[in-house]
């Protein structure tokens, strides 16, 4: 029996023929660019190694035509990534690791250790502001100024249903995004300096809450410039909403509940503005993490 041929995608390509793929993508001819795109998304993530000099071609149709090749295979990636960490991961998964796994479904080349970076740098300059020693509103206040005052983060009231809104590596570059995004911001800095903060998954408008011994429970609104509410508060809200109260309504929400949370907003909005496809991709998310790991 004659041996079985080698696929297109597993036979290395030699230098001349990655150079002679790599020209053919400025084909004017629609057809012979779609059936090379095709040819090299064959190779799958492997190819980027071999493209990504091209990102910065002089010639401005090859440029963007790698870009779009390069971004769609790193996207692939990072979607099969994410997707592994929504079934392998327990209910108290890492929540910061996995919003910027989901970050990078949309956005595959952000820099996560640096952004991580800048949240050590916020840390490192609130710990010289703090007194640890003082009650908890002071300590929050202090927190409120820097975030909300000095680094300007404040709730996208403009434009509440971008999707942007909902990536935490855009939330960071604009200082702006919803109520839960903005929590994370404020969850991932009070961690860092080990304060007893917890996401509350209050419905319509996600909260999170400082525990103190001393003064009790406090109710911080992230999308409002970190404003301080009490239990009495968030009671008269949900009071007047279609929800009504329910104690579980300010119960803290595991890291995983918080993650879906998270989804299921971008899911809306991307069905909201017929972007199907990418409501599709959430939606594998969404259905990921609600199966037990």
Known sequence: MAPSATSD???????????????LLADDDPAVYQAIRSKILSFGASANDWLRPHTLSSDPVLRRRVQEIVHFLMSQVTDNRFLSFCVTQGEDLDLEEGAWLLAQTQYPEINVAAYAALFDS????????????ADPEAILATINRFLFSELEYCGNEENY???????????????????????????????????????????????????????????????????LLTKADCIKYLLHTSYGFQEAYLAP????????????????????????????????????????S
């Open 9 to 23: 995608s597993t036979r290395p390509l030699s230098d001349s023929q990655k150079t002679a793929l790599v020209k």
């Open 122 to 133: 916020y840390v490192s300059d609130l710990r010289e502001r703090i007194d640890f020693g």
């Open 161 to 227: 249903y971008d999707p942007d809104n909902s990536y935490l590596n855009r939330v960071v570059d604009r200082r702006t995004g919803n109520p839960i995004s903005l929590c994370l911001v404020y969850l991932f800095v009070t961690r860092r300096l080990r304060l007893p903060v917890v996401g509350i998954g209050m419905p319509g408008h996600f909260l999170v809450r400082y525990q103190s011994s001393s003064t009790g429970e406090l109710y911080i609104d992230a999308f409002n410039r970190g404003k």
């Open 253 to 292: 929400v595991s890291p995983r509940r918080i993650l879906v949370r998270v989804c299921s907003n971008l899911h809306q909005i991307y069905s909201q503005l017929s972007l199907t496809e990418e409501a599709a991709r959430i939606h594998r998310y969404i259905v990921a993490l609600s199966k037990q």
